[in-house]
């Protein structure tokens, strides 16, 4: 009798503790409830909307999107809200018609010193502006079909969406496993939005996929974008908010980004034939107004791409940076491109640039063009500073020529930050100007087809020290070409004397 009794207490505790659970949980709030039909034919904007609003005036809950295809425009986030795209659901973007209309682009705050795209937000798919607490998640799709991927002629943009994810000015945001495919002129655009975790995302789109501006406390994880047209992940800090602010304290992890066709990525065709010079690739900048501060990228994979690139053009500083573990095959433009420059799309006399203390380490580059070599390179009287790049290998196509290794490149003070602005290097291996304070250890860089262009130049550099180098050459073509040049060591490296320059110019080694 008394087994009977405990074991009727041992489930009356069971159930009592199952249901102060569930009751503890967030309601759930299915949009077909709401109106919703998801055939891919009706629009289903004012359902999901309803939906979203309920959760909210509840105190907060989860709107979750059942197997359909949605068809929508702007839809509006709110507080204390996630949605949940459910497996072989699908958030469709509307094709626009004078019924079918997505939200106005707002006056912009500051629309003077960012593109059309940065300076707008309700003009999209899913728009949250000034909230906290909010999640899209799970396995479902966003079909950014009916959404444009550039700015149309005064005038022509009302109506149109160009952005599936705009998010502005938010905080505690989490934003996991779903899936975008073509998604506009950006998957994600995400500015002033802090304590924000990204991950497991899988993007395949025409332009950029995550844009992340002028935020703080950002953590991007495990995400493989595809963008053939623009640039995969872009981190940058515009003046789109009327005043600049930092991008700081981000961490992104664990992500793969290419360049192949729109689509095949997805589909697993993974096509190349679609672009000459494809984008795809992990970028600081342009936009950059506010700072670039402690953040650190790693373990991270560049296929069928341009390489990485550190740009501050237009005011801000860009420092406390490490990069490491980094793969990159079948690269298209410069492998590392680090620029400071003065641009300078900023309110007048604003502040010029800086770049210091980054570091760059264990990256390896196969394929990589013939055209151009790494690119390091302030301006005249702003150098790059304290930088240290280690226990890298790159390994370049070749077929660089004498004539190549003559050319003069222009300052480019002022132009569009840009590896192509650069044209055919002079150096097949690492082109340097303008740096004070850089040390390189353990660097390898060699070339499959012959190449008769330096593989270090030098120009303008205040302090520099090299060890464990080795650089394939032709002949008698040097491995160093030092133009105006202080504080050069160099040791400890593969057939090339250990060397102490205090100052030397138009030297090779």
Not at 139 to 155: H, N, Q, V
Not at 230 to 242: G, I
Not at 442 to 462: C, K, Q
Request: charge should be neutral.
């Amino acid at each position: 009798m008394i087994s009977i009794y405990r074991n009727l207490a041992s489930a009356f505790i069971l159930l009592f503790s199952t249901i102060t659970l569930s009751s503890a949980q967030a309601p759930v709030y299915n949009i077909k409830k709401y109106g919703a039909i998801g055939d891919g034919k009706n629009i289903d904007t004012k359902a999901i909307d309803k939906a979203i609003n309920a959760a909210n005036a509840a105190g907060g809950g989860t709107v979750y999107f059942p197997a359909g295809d949605y068809l929508s425009v702007t839809i509006h986030l709110k507080s204390n809200v996630a949605l949940y795209i459910d497996q072989g659901a699908t958030i469709v973007a509307a094709t626009t018609s004078p019924d079918v209309q997505y939200d106005l682009p707002e006056k912009g705050e500051n629309e003077i010193y960012q593109d059309f795209g940065h300076s707008h937000f309700n003009n999209s798919l899913i728009v949250g502006e000034n909230l906290h607490d909010i999640s899209i998640l799970g396995p479902g799709k966003i079909w950014g079909k009916g959404l444009i991927k550039d700015e149309r002629k005064p005038g022509q943009n009302d109506g149109l969406g160009n952005k599936s994810i705009a998010l502005k000015l938010c905080r505690n945001v989490t934003l996991k496993d779903f899936t975008i495919f073509h998604g506009g002129w950006f998957c994600l655009l995400l500015t002033a939005v802090d304590n924000a975790t990204i991950d497991n995302i899988k993007m395949d789109t025409g332009r950029d996929g995550i844009d992340l501006i002028s935020s703080k406390n950002v953590h991007i994880s495990n995400c493989t974008i595809n963008a053939p047209g623009d640039d995969a992940l872009c981190l940058k800090c515009d003046y789109s908010l009327n005043y600049p602010r930092a991008l700081e304290n981000v961490t992104i992890t664990n992500c793969m980004v290419s360049g192949y066709n729109e689509g095949t990525f997805l589909d697993g065709t993974f096509l190349k034939d679609g672009r000459k010079h494809p984008q795809g690739r992990i970028k600081f900048g342009t936009e950059s107004n506010g700072g670039y501060k402690n953040i650190t990228i790693s373990n991270c994979v560049f296929d069928h791409c341009k390489g990485l690139a550190l740009e501050t053009v237009d005011g801000a500083a860009l420092e406390d940076i490490t990069i490491s573990n980094i793969t990159m095959r079948d690269i298209n433009n410069s492998p590392i491109f680090i620029r400071l420059g003065a641009r300078m799309r900023a309110p007048k006399d604003f502040p010029y640039s800086t770049l210091r203390r980054v570091i760059i380490s264990n990256i390896i580059a196969y394929d990589v063009t013939g055209d151009q070599g790494a690119i390091i390179s302030g301006i005249p009287g702003h150098d790059i500073e304290d930088l240290t790049l280690n226990n890298i290998r790159i390994y370049y196509k070749g077929g660089g020529t004498k004539e190549q290794a003559a050319r003069e490149v222009r300052p480019l003070i002022k132009d569009y930050p840009e590896p192509d602005s650069f044209g055919i290097t002079p150096a097949y291996g690492f082109f340097i100007r303008n740096v004070k304070n850089l040390k390189m250890d353990n660097v390898e860089v060699s070339f499959m087809d012959e190449d008769l262009r330096p593989a270090f130049i030098l120009d303008n550099v205040d302090g520099a020290d090299f060890q464990q180098i080795r650089a394939k050459k032709s002949g008698d073509t040097p491995v160093f070409r030092l133009n105006q040049v202080k504080e050069f060591n160099l040791f400890n490296s593969y057939k090339l004397p250990n060397t102490n320059l205090p100052t030397v110019d138009k030297k090779v080694i």
